[in-house]
């Protein structure tokens, strides 16, 4: 039997770390002053995102710079860890 301090929950909500993509952008995360932990921190009236790699809405993998779209297991992801 395990104790609840051996149990481990490897989901980045429970490590505290941003589920994006380091090469996700935004105007609206140039503000934050932590790791953006939801998509409403990069998605503003506009939600124009970018890929920082690519510098275009599109990644390396040709899909879609959005915050649901950039994080694991895109082959393209990178996480802050």
């Known amino acids: 039997m ?3 301090e051996t149990k481990r929950d490897p ?3 429970a490590l ?3 589920p994006y993509c380091v090469h996700l952008e935004s105007k609206k995360h140039f503000f934050l002053q932590s790791p ?3 998509d409403e921190d990069y998605l503003d009236a506009s939600r124009h995102c970018w890929c920082k790699l690519t510098m ?3 990644g390396p ?3 879609l710079a959005t915050p649901e779209d950039c994080r694991a297991p895109r082959t393209c992801h990178q996480g802050l860890v």
């Open 2 to 4: 395990e104790n609840s």
């Open 11 to 13: 989901s980045p909500a």
């Open 16 to 18: 505290n770390v941003s």
């Open 36 to 38: 953006a932990m939801a």
């Open 56 to 58: 275009q809405v599109l």
């Open 61 to 63: 993998d040709k899909e």
